[in-house]
Each structure stands twice: as structure tokens, then as C-alpha cells.
């Protein structure tokens, strides 16, 4: 197979990107709140069930309930990558096949993937970074007492994933590139790819301190902590859907990839150069 060569004359900007992909969510909103409510409701549910009954309090904090959400927003970054690469696309039975596509195995694999890392990641002691003293000015409980020592994970963790994040678009979009391939196309972007998912990734951890702040006001009560999750929950999948349309915006200009199309289309391909990178 040909190496697939960097890709010129395309340089994005990360407010660029931003605008576009927030511009997107606001147009496709009601396919937004129909994927996105169901996740926030499944975690409250289940948010509700494990503070509503006590032959449940050894599982409230088990590590399989963020593996689960990691396989869930996978699914859900899948689904909102094809509705980023379909944006204005002719509507016939191809697209439509593709939309309702389901998600790849090896989508689920990287998930996975990146969850182990990432819970790797968090048993490391943060006291390497930030011992005791450093934040013992900071009452406990405090909103920044939370978010300081996690990052450090954070920009390791944004760091590593920048490096590899075109793989994801490119197994939604049926055309996967491994990790190397990855790796070359994704050079010339690095800049922006970093500053994303620091960006992103950032705004999450906002969102997790935010949420283990706000129980620590609210009553002790199982919906106060179904209603916290839930809007954890949901306010990942806003940023996952911001991350998925900049992520297929990339993908889809450094590849030329091609929105699927009738095959009796009389127009078809008109006016398009050459794909410049083959199928895999």
C-alpha cells in the first residue's frame, strides 16, 4: 500500500473549527438531544438506583460503571462523526446506509484502549506534581482543591491522544488508517489537535470538579445526585460532539474523503479533483 502523504495547503484554526462545530450542533439539535438525553438518563438511572439502595454501596464508585460511559460516548462520538462527514450531503440510499451504519469493532477497540490508559493514568500518585503543601491553602471540599491535582494526567494524557485522535474519524468514516498512518497525516495539524483536546479535555475536568462540588452543596438526597450526573454527563457529550464534528472536519480535508453517492447520479463527482489517498 502506498504511504499516504501529509496533505498541503490546509491549516485550521482552533476557534475556526470551534465556530463550525458549535454552528453544527445548533442546527442539528434535535439529533443532539435524541443521542445525548438517553446517556444522561442512563446515568442518572443508574446514578438514582445505586444512592437509592444500600445493598448497592460497594458498587457506587466501581471502575466498571467509567468503563461503561467510555464504550457509550465511543458510540456516541461514532454516531455524531458520520453526521459531521454527512453534513450537506445529497440524501439517497447510500448516505442513508451510512448514517444508520452501526459503530466498528475496532472503534470500540481504541476505546477501550484509551480507557486502560487512561485509568492507568489515574493510579499514578499526583504527589509527584503537587505535594500536600501545594494545595493546602485551599479549603477542603474547595472547587480548585479538586481539579489541581488531576492536570498533570491531563496534558499527559491530552498529549498521547493528540498524537493518534485521526484514527477515530477515519474507521467512522469506513476508511481506517493505522496508527502510523495516524500519526504522518496528523503532523502537519499537530499544533491544533494538541490544542483540542487540551481544550476539551480541560472543560470536562471543569465539569467532573464542578460536579463533585455541587453534591457537597446539595441535599444529601438520591435525585440530587442523579440530577449532578446527569448533567455531567450531558455536558460531556456536548464537548464529545464538539470534539467529533473538528475531528471529521480535519479528517475529511487532509483526506479528501468523499460523502458517499448514488451510483446513477448523473453529477456525480463532478468538479471534485482526484482522492488523494486511497481507500485502505
Not at 469493532?105 to 504527589?127: C, E, G, I, Q, W
Not at 460532539?241 to 447520479?265: F, K, V
Request: one cysteine or more.
Amino acid at each position: 500500500m502506498p504511504e499516504r502523504p501529509a496533505a498541503d495547503g490546509y491549516q485550521p484554526t482552533l476557534p475556526l473549527l470551534l465556530g463550525h462545530a458549535l454552528v453544527f450542533l445548533w442546527r442539528d439539535r434535535m439529533v443532539f438531544a435524541l443521542v445525548a438525553l438517553p446517556v444522561a438518563g442512563l446515568a442518572a438511572g443508574i446514578d438514582w438506583i445505586l444512592e437509592d439502595n444500600a445493598l448497592f454501596i460497594g458498587w457506587r464508585n466501581h471502575w466498571g460503571w467509567d468503563f461503561l460511559f467510555a464504550l457509550v460516548y465511543a458510540m456516541f462520538l461514532d454516531r455524531w462523526i458520520k453526521e459531521s462527514l454527512l453534513e450537506n450531503a445529497y440524501e439517497c440510499e447510500e448516505v442513508e446506509e451510512f448514517r444508520r451504519s452501526l459503530i466498528a469493532p475496532r472503534f470500540l477497540f481504541y476505546a477501550a484502549v484509551m480507557f486502560v490508559v487512561a485509568y492507568a493514568l489515574s493510579v499514578f500518585p499526583t504527589d509527584w506534581f503537587f505535594g500536600p503543601e501545594s494545595v493546602a491553602w485551599l479549603a477542603p471540599g474547595r472547587f480548585f482543591a479538586i481539579l489541581l491535582p488531576w492536570l498533570p494526567h491531563l496534558v499527559f494524557w491530552s498529549l498521547i491522544l493528540a498524537l493518534f485522535c485521526l484514527v477515530l474519524p477515519s474507521v467512522s468514516a469506513a476508511e481506517p488508517l493505522t496508527l502510523g498512518e495516524a500519526l504522518r497525516l496528523g503532523r502537519a495539524q499537530r499544533a491544533v489537535l494538541i490544542k483540542l483536546i487540551l481544550v476539551v479535555a480541560f472543560l470536562s475536568l471543569v465539569g467532573y470538579a464542578l460536579s463533585h462540588w455541587g453534591l457537597q452543596h446539595l441535599p444529601r438526597k438520591a435525585w440530587a445526585a442523579a440530577a449532578t450526573t446527569a448533567a455531567h454527563r450531558l455536558f460531556d457529550c456536548l464537548l464529545i460532539a464538539i470534539t467529533g464534528n473538528c475531528l471529521a472536519t480535519i479528517y475529511s480535508q487532509i483526506t479528501d474523503w468523499r460523502q458517499p453517492e448514488s451510483a446513477d447520479h448523473p453529477y456525480r463527482g463532478l468538479g471534485k479533483p482526484p482522492r488523494r489517498f486511497p481507500s485502505v
